[in-house]
């Protein structure tokens, strides 16, 4: 499963964005999927994931009720819909795949596949 991110950019404060991660190689259908970031000098954090079926989701806490997780599967594409985006949102996002079952763990060991991320930067 190779996974590609896009759809990162300059966005002012209170701004939003849509990430989009776009699998080749296998059916995305087969992989719980999940959103992760890493802003400068941090560790890498979970930030949503969304199970093979997409019905199941979960959010961090610090994205909860601005940020929404979806799948398309004709377009084998996972999308991260950003609204009320914050100055502390300012990271490189991950898109990243798990063979696993479903969780809400958000935890980077259960993703085994990895993209190469896109940047996204809040600022006025």
């Known amino acids: 499963l190779q996974l590609v991110e896009s759809g990162g950019g300059l966005v002012q404060p209170g701004g939003s964005l849509r990430l989009s991660c776009t699998a080749s190689g296998s059916s995305s259908d087969y992989f719980n999927m999940g959103w992760f970031r890493q802003a400068p000098g941090k560790e890498r954090e979970g930030v949503s994931s969304?199970?093979?079926?997409?019905?199941?989701?979960n959010y961090a806490d610090s994205v909860k009720g601005r940020f929404t997780i979806s799948r398309d599967s004709a377009k084998n594409t996972v999308y991260l819909q950003m609204n009320s985006l914050k100055p502390e949102d300012t990271a490189v996002y991950y898109c990243a795949g798990s063979s696993l079952g479903y969780n809400d763990r958000l935890d980077m060991a259960d993703y085994r596949y990895w993209g190469q991320g896109t940047q996204v930067t809040v600022s006025s």
């Open positions: 969304i199970s093979r079926s997409g019905t199941l989701t």
